[in-house]
């Protein structure tokens, strides 16, 4: 099998689900392109370029952080319109999605914002899914498995279990290769979203920055206010996200069409120093449409807000966790929606929404309590 794989930090973790993937002698291909701290718009730029008909699959993963992000303004329209537009990139090759729904510790089913977004979003586009929380609330019931020995944090899975969440993929896909290749002729309609470098606008005498990690090698402007830079995009086009580095970004960023927008950058890992790389794709809580076909960037400074735009901005962040205001932005590109919906022309046949933890359920317990037994034993030693 050939898997990519597009998520968050999940799907990053060094004893992830990825590991057991990646490692498996079922799996003769494999590429992970994906961000922590992110929303699924990451796909956008991870996956610009990409050549999905060197995949079978394509895991999408977003489901632990877009429960936070749906709280804070990005909505489950756009979130499913980002779904609709990975899944016709991968679709478009033969590479067919699978939904990999991933619980946090502290929001499982009867809490969860998100788990019905993605159930629905597989139905829709008759794709396959795993869904982790029935997973794990199985183990739990059958089992006797507390829900804190599945996580090592609210965000993250313990190994054992991202483990014993690979080898069930695994064994699902497996499955699924054999129906894979019945698609039927049925349309659906997209927006499609692309990265627009911010580097190649900046004036002379600004350099820019060059940033690389194991998988990215990227072009950075460092903006700081009095220094604005406009961008030129085709009419009727929108500014739906960006992409910065978080390490060297502590400010708010005004992008300026026919409506503004103030992104609050501000963040947790914003003093972690100048040689750092924390790369984040952040999704606008409103889309910004351009005006006479340019946008207008700029770092603006807190105490330049108006009232509205402060109430606006920092709507539920409690004054104890906002971080300083330094008025320094580190940015690598807007992330843009495109002016017209796209047409896609081939979707799998209704009976490929299955789900991989129900097609692999009695094996599926039986591995984790292994795996679960194993860790238990190695940790006591």
């Known amino acids: 099998m050939r898997i990519a794989v597009v998520g968050t930090s999940n799907s990053l973790m060094k004893y992830g689900y990825t590991y057991a993937v990646a490692r498996s002698p079922r799996v003769t291909s494999f590429r992970n392109m994906s961000i922590g701290k992110s929303t699924s718009l990451l796909f956008a730029l991870t996956t610009d370029g990409v050549d999905f008909s060197e995949f079978d699959f394509c895991i999408f993963d977003f489901a632990v952080n877009e429960e936070v992000f749906v709280r804070h303004g990005v909505t489950r329209d756009e979130m499913r319109s980002f779904g609709l537009s990975l899944a016709a990139r991968a679709w478009k090759a033969g590479c067919l999605p699978v939904m990999l729904i991933l619980p946090r510790r502290s929001v499982l089913r009867e809490r969860s914002n998100i788990r019905d977004h993605y159930l629905s979003l597989a139905r829709d586009l008759n794709a396959p899914f795993f869904d982790v929380i029935e997973y794990a609330e199985t183990l739990e019931r059958t089992r006797g498995i507390a829900r804190g020995d599945m996580f090592q944090d609210d965000g993250h899975l313990a190994e054992w279990f991202a483990i014993a969440v690979g080898q069930q993929l695994l064994d699902g896909l497996s499955r699924l290769m054999q129906l894979r290749d019945g698609a039927a002729a049925e349309p659906w309609w997209h927006f499609d979203y692309r990265p627009v470098a911010i580097a190649p606008l900046l004036p002379g005498g600004e350099a820019a920055v060059r940033r690389e990690n194991s998988l990215f090698r990227l072009d950075f402007a460092r903006l700081r206010p009095a220094l604005a830079l406009s961008l030129e995009l085709p ?63 700029e770092v603006v400074a807190e105490g330049d807000l108006s009232a509205e735009m402060r ?31 796209e047409r896609v022309a081939h979707r799998p046949s209704p009976s490929l929404n299955l789900s991989i933890e129900r097609m692999t359920s009695s094996a599926a317990v039986d591995t984790a309590i292994d795996i679960y037994a194993s860790h238990t034993v190695a940790r006591r030693r």
């Open 235 to 297: 009419r009727g086009s929108r500014v739906a996200g960006l992409y910065a580095n978080l390490a060297t970004t502590a400010g708010f960023l005004r992008l300026s069409g026919a409506t503004t927008e103030i992104v609050d950058l501000r963040n947790a890992y914003q003093h972690q120093g100048r040689d750092k790389f924390v790369l984040s794709t952040v999704a606008l809580q409103r889309q910004v449409a351009e005006m006479g076909g340019e946008i207008q960037i």
């Open 311 to 341: 109430r606006a901005v920092l709507v539920g962040i409690p004054e104890r966790e906002k971080p300083p205001d330094l008025g320094h932005v580190e940015i690598g590109g807007l992330i843009i929606r495109s002016a017209e919906p």
